[in-house]
Nanobody, 119 residues
Framework: QVQLVESGGGLVQPGGSLRLSCAASRSIFSIYVMGWYRQAPGKQRERVAVMTSGGVTNYADSVKGRFAISRDNAKNTVYLQMNSLKPEDTAVYYC?????????????WGQGTQVTVSS
């Protein structure tokens, strides 16, 4: 089992920045693919950024150049730095940990943190 706890959401003006954190209950980064997803009201959940166990990253086109995923292995924490925020970035952001070797049994989600971009 893996518990994921997100923090760092809040209200920010357009053009502002936020950093989300996701603390894992144990050391998993050497195995799991870590990701950030978001879900806006009335929309499907979408993938924002992922980082493989080898450190390879991938971003949604809508956030490329503005968001950055990173991790601190010593703290078992993955981050999402969000810059130049836009109103369309408003959503609940979820942290995900996925073990490709275990499929659905190795798929864990955090509780989500609200990000609101508004003036």
């Amino acid at each position: 089992q893996v518990q994921l706890v997100e923090s760092g959401g809040g209200l920010v003006q357009p053009g502002g920045s936020l950093r989300l954190s996701c603390a894992a209950s144990r050391s998993i980064f050497s195995i799991y693919v870590m990701g950030w997803y978001r879900q806006a009201p009335g929309k499907q959940r979408e993938r924002v950024a992922v980082m493989t166990s080898g450190g390879v990253t991938n971003y949604a086109d809508s956030v490329k150049g503005r968001f950055a995923i990173s991790r601190d292995n010593a703290k078992n924490t993955v981050y999402l730095q969000m810059n130049s925020l836009k109103p369309e970035d408003t959503a609940v952001y979820y942290c995900n940990a996925f073990d490709p070797a275990n499929g659905p049994k190795g798929d864990y989600w955090g509780q989500g943190t609200q990000v609101t971009v508004s003036s």
